[in-house]
């Protein structure tokens, strides 16, 4: 795997540590890979890193995709059309492997979608590998924090989960 010159030292473990979590995945019905971290703009890094690094991957800012077409959709159908959106949004790309930015959009309480649940269904077919923010403990991603509106519990399933928490960032 190559190493960037100007690339930081947190970026090349953390590249390795998904690298063996896709190929892990391999063996799963669901090829998804979860990266958690506290503080969006290192996921984003990361994941624009990863795609220079995996010549079969599609890096997309899902979130910001997914917003560009909601905006035009009424505020109470939009939990309706969202799944269409990004099923929509995946199929116009090629490669093996999904990269996803910016899923918190897709976790707003007024869509009533749970993206972790779609994301392994898309993952049957190819591989996936998601970045959201949030906790993880015991199979489960707790987003923001209870009592607050955004508050949600995802459950993971088979998903192989890397937290960048753990990485110096």
Request: glycine share 8%; aromatic share 6%; hydrophobic share 40%.
């Amino acid at each position: 795997m190559p190493k960037f010159d100007d690339e930081p030292n947190w970026i090349t473990a953390a590249s390795r540590v998904v690298e063996g979590a896709i190929r892990q995945s391999s063996d799963h019905l669901h090829r998804l890979v979860i990266v958690l971290g506290v503080s969006t703009p290192p996921q984003s890094v990361f994941l624009k890193r990863l795609k220079m690094r995996i010549n079969s991957a599609t890096y997309i800012n899902l979130g910001l995709e997914a917003s560009k077409v909601l905006k035009d959709i009424p505020s109470c159908d939009r939990g309706n059309e969202v799944r269409d959106i990004i099923m929509t949004i995946s199929d116009q790309v090629e490669g093996d492997i999904l990269l996803f930015d910016g899923l918190d959009v897709l976790l707003d309480p007024d869509l009533e979608f749970d993206p972790i649940r779609f994301l392994r269904d898309l993952s049957r077919s190819r591989t996936v590998v998601a970045s959201i923010g949030g906790e993880y403990v015991n199979g489960v991603i707790t987003y923001s924090e209870q009592g607050h509106s955004e508050y949600r519990r995802l459950d993971v399933g088979d998903a192989v989960v890397v937290d960048l928490g753990r990485f110096d960032l």
